[in-house]
Nanobody
Framework: QVRLEESGGGSVQAGASLRLSCVGS????????MGWFRQIPGKEREFVAS??????AYAEVVKGRFTISRGSARNWVYLQMNSLQPEETAVYYC???????????????????WGQGTQVTVSS
């Protein structure tokens, strides 16, 4: 069974940076498309970034500030977040596709496996 575990969340001031990490287990090799999503209380979960086969995709609102990457051990995926803003306070979720698509998906429904999430709080 595939399991995902996020880490790296926390509380920061506006303009600061955080790096989220996600480790997957339960399959070897861990060749899945991976993504990061976030959810603000009372709102729907939204796409942030994804990676598959060396290609990346980003939500427009994070382009140029966030970077998704994959570790040499392919079961690790990271999200470097720079210039964080208060409106980005949310629970951030790591997700894994059930395949390794040629282009990373931006659709929540394409991701089969989810972590428990990590809280990111940005204060002004």
């Amino acid at each position: 069974q595939v399991r995902l575990e996020e880490s790296g969340g926390g509380s920061v001031q506006a303009g600061a940076s955080l790096r989220l990490s996600c480790v997957g287990s339960g399959r070897s090799p861990f060749n899945y498309g991976m993504g990061w999503f976030r959810q603000i209380p009372g709102k729907e979960r939204e796409f942030v970034a994804s990676i598959s086969n060396g290609r990346t995709a980003y939500a427009e609102v994070v382009k140029g500030r966030f970077t998704i990457s994959r570790g040499s051990a392919r079961n690790w995926v990271y999200l470097q977040m720079n210039s964080l803003q208060p409106e980005e306070t949310a629970v951030y979720y790591c997700a894994a596709d059930s395949v390794s698509p040629p282009y990373p998906s931006v659709h929540l429904g394409d991701y089969r496996h989810w972590g428990q999430g990590t809280q990111v709080t940005v204060s002004s």
